[in-house]
């Protein structure tokens, strides 16, 4: 059973637009969200994150909205540069459970020069 | 500042053989401690974590073992591995009650 779900597996869009990545989750109790940035053989880098009190939060380029109706959140990176280009994953937590993380598959970006 | 190691980078073991994998925090004390693992096309899947030493909790029922001797050493173990151990494993460290975790390099194991 799948609790994080990232649909696209990858994304390819022009430099300078904008990136949309998208995640869906399942676990209600969820309460607080997550994106990671991964290169090849690297560790994921923490990017931005989301409390389920709030509905959007921003950090230079990137947001992260959060519908909780819909159980969805996305990341948007503008303007999206050569070196976004990664492996982005949506990550979850129930907080109370050690604050464990679900991640999502992850989805590959790619931003063409 | 918070930093956070594993070794060996890469390993190639044949199957049946043991596993013993090493990661280390520094500039923090107790912290929680986690190893993933992220299969081939896959997301990164929770395989253990450690909330304090000798504290260990698993995900995953599997081939695999965790320990935590010190505060800040957490280690993933196999007596006999298996061709479905092959994996990029990575360990994460945060503070309690801190959601965002912090990576380490990872380990790339390829299993023949």
């Known amino acids: 059973d799948q609790q994080v779900k990232q649909n696209s597996p990858s994304l390819s869009v022009q430099e300078g637009r904008i990136s949309i990545l998208n995640c869906d989750y399942t676990?209600?109790?969820?309460?607080?969200f997550l994106w990671y940035k991964k290169y090849p053989a690297e560790g994921p880098t923490f990017l931005i994150s989301?409390?389920?009190?709030?509905d959007k939060n921003e950090d230079g380029r990137f947001t992260v909205f959060l519908n909780k109706s819909a159980k969805h959140l996305s990341l948007h990176i503008v303007p999206s540069q050569p070196g976004d280009s990664a492996v982005y994953f949506c990550?979850?937590?129930?907080?109370?459970?050690?604050?464990?993380?679900?991640f999502g598959k992850g989805t590959l970006l790619t931003v063409n020069p | 500042s918070q930093t956070i190691h594993q070794w060996p980078a890469t390993l190639v073991q044949p199957v049946g053989s043991p596993l013993s994998l090493e990661c280390t925090v520094e500039?923090?004390?107790?912290?929680?401690l986690y190893w993933y693992r992220q299969a081939a096309g896959r997301g990164l899947q929770l395989l253990f974590y450690?909330?304090?030493?000798?504290?260990i909790s698993s995900e995953v029922p599997q081939n695999l073992s965790a320990s935590r001797p010190q505060d800040r050493q957490f280690i993933l173990s196999s007596k006999k591995l298996l061709l479905s151990d092959s994996g990029f494993y990575l360990c994460?460290?945060?503070?309690?009650?801190?959601?965002?975790?912090?990576f380490g390099p990872g380990t790339r194991l390829t299993v023949t």
């Open positions: 989301i409390s389920s009190i709030k």
């Open positions: 450690s909330v304090g030493i000798g504290q």
């Open positions: 994460a460290w945060t503070r309690d009650l801190i959601y965002e975790q912090y």
């Open positions: 990550a979850a937590s129930a907080g109370g459970s050690n604050y464990k993380l679900t």
């Open positions: 500039g923090t004390s107790n912290p929680n």
């Open positions: 676990n209600s109790m969820f309460d607080y």
